[in-house]
């Protein structure tokens, strides 16, 4: 039987426009890869579509070498999933989401199994450190376990 439960989140969608915050979700990757990955997709964003990308904030510490990670930075829709796809060792299943959602969403909180807190890990130093005023925050159902139903 699966098992779910509510986390609370951050959502990529800029209130109030038609614009995007980049997102992004690594599982079993070590942080200097994931820390590679992203100053490679920061490099391809800038030749493709002269994006000057702001501080990305690398959060992680609920689970070894999983990894959130954000930046304030303005993106149309297409340009975010771009983005996301083009880093090493993506999970296709999240970017799957975010196209059906039309939104990428990141869990602040723990799972119920997880006892450590999701903690900033590395910043990769953009254009600019300003976070926003205005942030959509999100309550969302995730899977906590998959188990097999005992029947």
């Known amino acids: 039987m699966t098992k779910y439960q509510w986390v609370k989140g951050i959502t990529s969608a800029i209130p109030e426009s038609c614009y995007h915050y980049y997102m992004n979700d690594f599982d079993d990757y070590p942080l200097d890869k994931v820390i ?4 490679k997709m920061k490099r391809w964003a800038k030749t493709k579509h002269d994006i000057d990308f702001n501080d990305i904030i690398i959060m992680g510490g609920d689970l070894e070498n999983s990894y959130r990670c954000v930046s304030y930075t303005s993106l149309t829709f297409n340009q975010l999933v771009e983005c996301v796809a083009i880093c090493d060792h993506i999970d296709a299943v999240w970017l799957r989401w975010i196209i059906l959602r039309r939104e ?9 199994d997880r006892e450590d ?5 590395s910043i990769i130093k953009g254009k600019s450190s300003k976070i926003p005023y205005k942030i959509d925050e999100v309550l969302y159902k995730t899977v906590v376990s998959k188990e097999p139903e005992v029947i």
């Open 36 to 39: 590679v990955t992203l100053k």
């Open 104 to 112: 990428a969403t990141i869990r602040l909180s723990n799972k119920i």
């Open 117 to 121: 807190a999701i903690k900033v890990v």
